[in-house]
């Protein structure tokens, strides 16, 4: 039914997320998009990727902070599963990739290389900080009040440090990596990291992984977007 000119559904901005829930089940679109994408994303279009499964972590870490903070209990549970795959596929994955294949190019052109160093330190610091973080969130690993003032204190380092750190890939690295490389070695690192990331999640891939997010997502409490639309501008709608 038409009212002024407008229909009840273009009203509503989230009227359309069953639309794409049930597009993203269908198997035909899903395998097409599958192919699709093995065939035209680059290398590093694939690690941006990657890093909005980081930042999907980073905004885990953040829920669990702040509800530690404010009396809300800690779930630890939420917190190694989240760095379970932090420390698996980012950084036994993408900030491997960057290392052997994006970070020496910059080496060999004598060029950024201060910055390449510093994000090779920090992939550094984040093994020991999710080691840490794993060894403490570890089932049956007491956790009394200093030990979630320790694992909430790692997790906001880390959280401090690989926002910037990704600001800096996405905004210097990668868009300059296509000045310093070639067509033929682009084609060979793609097919390299495609081989390693298949190795490491196996048959379901990388919507897999996401799926594995989606439910730590839902026991923190970080998977419903409209959360995040300012109060004020929920009252507008």
């Given amino acids: 039914m038409m009212r002024n000119g407008r229909s009840a559904r273009s009203r509503n901005p989230f009227a359309t997320v069953g639309i794409f829930l049930q597009a993203e089940a269908h198997e035909p679109i899903k395998k097409k998009g599958e192919a699709l994408e093995e065939r035209v994303a680059s290398p590093i279009e694939d690690l941006s990727k990657e890093h909005g499964v980081l930042e999907r972590l980073l ?3 953040d829920k669990v902070i702040n509800d530690a903070a404010s ?3 800690f779930n630890a549970r939420a917190v190694n599963g989240a760095t379970r ?5 980012i950084g036994e994955h993408h900030d491997r990739c960057e290392e052997r294949y994006i970070f020496p ?3 060999e ?3 950024i290389v201060e910055l390449i160093d510093i994000l090779q330190y920090q992939h550094d610091v984040a093994k020991r900080l999710t080691g840490e973080i794993l060894e403490r969130t570890s089932p049956g690993s007491p956790m009394d009040e200093s030990g979630v003032k320790r694992v909430t204190g790692l997790c906001c380092s880390l959280v401090y440090m690989y926002r910037p750190h990704m600001s800096r890939e996405q905004t210097v690295v990668f868009p300059t990596f296509y000045d310093i490389v070639t067509e033929g070695y682009i084609k060979d690192i793609k097919e390299e990291m495609e081989a390693e990331e298949k190795k490491l999640l196996g048959e379901t891939g990388f919507r897999g992984l996401v799926g594995r997010v989606s439910e730590i997502e839902k026991e923190v409490g970080t998977h419903d977007l409209q959360q995040y639309i300012p109060q004020e501008m929920h009252a507008r709608r």
């Fill in 109 to 111: 052109a004598n060029y």
């Fill in 85 to 89: 795959i932090f420390k698996d596929y």
């Fill in 71 to 73: 009396g809300m209990g």
């Fill in 59 to 61: 905004l885990i870490y």
């Fill in 105 to 107: 190019k910059f080496r």
